[in-house]
Nanobody, 135 residues
Framework: QLRLVESGGGLVQPGESLTLSCTAS????????VGWFYQAPGKERTAVGC???????????DSTYGVNSRVTISRDNAKNTVYLRMDSVKPEDTGVYRC?????????????????????????WGQGTQVTVSS
């Protein structure tokens, strides 16, 4: 079965670090650009960061996460997995985090910058993992 599965969510204390995993089944994730998006309750889906298939290069949505980004995205091709690490989490980071993979998107920045219709057409989307930041 071809799918993406996110894991690593849950309840996190403010100020702690969090690592989410996006693991592919049935296809080679290294051949795809991968993006992380999150959606807070009552708000639109927002890009967190993306990583390209080649290089690989990464892009983090700095306007949301700050110039000194709290977010790191990395790949482990041997595990067919892409990771999202977020440091110093805040209550406003609460939401559902989903990963997506697309083979033809190009750069990491482009993948994170596409509009809703293009995002909906990406090759694969995971079901999401809930992150709750609360003391």
């Amino acid at each position: 079965q071809l799918r993406l599965v996110e894991s690593g969510g849950g309840l996190v204390q403010p100020g702690e670090s969090l690592t989410l995993s996006c693991t592919a089944s049935g296809f080679t994730l290294a051949d795809y650009g991968v993006g992380w998006f999150y959606q807070a309750p009552g708000k639109e889906r927002t890009a967190v960061g993306c990583i390209s298939a080649e290089d690989p290069s990464t892009y983090v949505h700095d306007s949301t996460y700050g110039v000194n980004s709290r977010v790191t995205i990395s790949r482990d091709n041997a595990k067919n997995t892409v990771y999202l690490r977020m440091d110093s989490v805040k209550p406003e980071d609460t939401g559902v985090y989903r990963c997506t993979a697309d083979r033809g998107v190009g750069s990491a920045r482009a993948m994170c910058s596409m509009g809703p219709q293009t995002l909906a057409g990406y090759d694969y989307w995971g079901q999401g993992t809930q992150v709750t930041v609360s003391s």
